[in-house]
């Protein structure tokens, strides 16, 4: 187990947040996923544009296969094992208030990561475990899924219940612990960049 002691007084809910691979399979209820979609719906947004979209299936779904075979294969070897799948997108475009589309966002991405950063912190919550994943095939997200162009995938998030260790990849065991921070000193500058 790796030090998630922080350097200074935080909800637990920061530090009990953390990215396994080792899922159990088990089915999550619809209710459940929606509650930590929804946590992602109220994210904060510049300019309260809300860019985020969500294209999402649970274990047992339908389109779930769909999804998985939408991560890369070291992803997917683990990822296929959780409860939920979901993609992140962000849209690129701003429509503007005349009706005419199509003005650059530039804050699309960080936008989309404020509601990944709710969610995992929802599924947390709900005792779940979240592991975005940049390991997905960008070039086949649209077609396969239907998401208009203008939508850029970011990443998914894979959700579940803390599973067997044992039968992850070898490679992968040792990787299952929480991982540990850089101190706040390293990262948080007052005043100038030090």
Not at 1 to 7: K, L, V, Y
Not at 18 to 45: C, N, Q
Not at 88 to 100: A, P, Q, Y
Not at 154 to 167: L, M
């Amino acid at each position: 187990m790796t030090a998630r002691t922080p350097d200074h007084p935080v909800d637990e809910l920061f530090v009990n947040r953390w990215s396994p691979r080792a899922f159990d399979r088990s089915e999550m209820p619809e209710a459940d996923l929606k509650t930590i979609l929804e946590a992602a719906r109220w994210a904060p947004s510049a300019f309260n544009i809300q860019p985020w979209r969500f294209v999402y299936a649970r274990r047992g779904d339908a389109s779930w296969q769909t999804l998985v075979d939408l991560l890369n294969p070291f992803n997917r070897d683990w990822g296929q094992h959780a409860s939920a799948l979901v993609y992140l997108f962000s849209d690129t475009e701003v429509d503007g208030k005349d009706g005419k589309p199509g003005r650059p966002n530039g804050y699309h991405a960080f936008d989309a990561g404020s509601a990944w950063t709710h969610a995992a912190l929802q599924a947390t919550r709900l005792g779940y475990h979240a592991h975005g994943v940049a390991g997905i095939l960008k070039e086949e997200i649209h077609e396969k899924l239907g998401v208009p162009e203008r939508y850029q995938p970011q990443i998914a998030f894979i959700i579940g219940k803390r599973g067997d260790v044992s039968e992850l990849p070898e490679s992968l065991q040792a990787r299952e612990v929480p991982s540990s921070r850089m101190t706040l000193d390293e990262v948080a500058h007052a005043g100038a960049w030090a």
